[in-house]
T-cell receptor, first 114, second 117 residues
Framework: DAGVIQSPRHEVTEMGQEVTLRCKPI?????LFWYRQTMMRGLELLIY????????DSGMPEDRFSAKMPNASFSTLKIQPSEPRDSAVYFC????????????FGEGSWLTVV | AQTVTQSQPEMSVQEAETVTLSCTYD???????LFWYKQPPSRQMILVIR??????QNATENRFSVNFQKAAKSFSLKISDSQLGDAAMYFC??????????????FGTGTRLQVTL
């Protein structure tokens, strides 16, 4: 079975440019999560969706970040404009809604903003 | 709010030996689930083991087992017969049970495990 698929795996961009990260959750999963990992702050939850509806976006750092889930099989995380402090590994993860279910992670998108 | 604490930033173990990674958590919930994830240098987050809070029996997966002490809110990971491939960052994580809506994973800060020859 295919796992959570993220793209791009690596991206290097210049400050001020728009960055779009993409995620395809595991088929049948109805909860989707975006996490960010940095050395300084560890793993942070940015936003999560249930049945394509955002449930909690309190972790989104600022207005430069936005996330969408137009359908059950696709989500995007957009940063506009990007800044060097946005450099991190961004993980998408999915699960069935109920808490007893394991959350499975994609391989991550490594973002470097120069 | 739930919190997860890993007090050991780094641990080291010799190959074939046993090591225990510590984790404590704080919650007022009665229905929850605990997980250990492994993150090797590739940065992939890999599920190692999970424990249901309502189960008294400790979970076991091959060389990996947990010591779940619910009253003490402790959830340690024991790795037996350590292998070089076990070298990684290990994260303890908490998830609330079914709340009628999706629930998130709350992570600890991680423990970096080194395996030496």
């Amino acid at each position: 079975d295919a796992g959570v698929i993220q793209s791009p795996r690596h991206e290097v961009t210049e400050m001020g440019q728009e960055v779009t990260l993409r995620c395809k959750p595991i088929s049948g999963h109805n909860s989707l999560f975006w996490y960010r990992q940095t050395m300084m702050r560890g793993l942070e939850l940015l936003i999560y969706f249930n049945n394509n509806v955002p449930i909690d976006d309190s972790g989104m750092p600022e207005d430069r970040f936005s996330a969408k889930m137009p359908n059950a099989s696709f989500s995007t995380l957009k940063i506009q404009p990007s800044e060097p402090r946005d450099s991190a590994v961004y993980f998408c993860a999915s699960s069935l809604r109920q808490g007893q279910n394991t959350i499975y992670f994609g391989e991550g998108s490594w973002l470097t903003v120069v | 709010a739930q919190t997860v604490t890993q007090s050991q930033p780094e641990m080291s173990v010799q190959e074939a030996e046993t090591v225990t990674l510590s984790c404590t958590y704080d919650t007022s919930e009665s229905d929850y689930y605990l997980f250990w994830y492994k993150q090797p240098p590739s940065r992939q987050m890999i599920l190692v083991i999970r424990q249901e809070a309502y189960k008294q029996q400790n979970a076991t997966e091959n060389r990996f087992s947990v010591n779940f002490q619910k009253a003490a809110k402790s959830f340690s990971l024991k790795i037996s017969d350590s292998q070089l491939g076990d070298a990684a960052m290990y994260f303890c994580a908490y998830r609330r049970g079914d709340t009628g809506t999706a629930s998130k994973l709350t992570f600890g800060t991680g423990t970096r495990l080194q395996v030496t020859l």
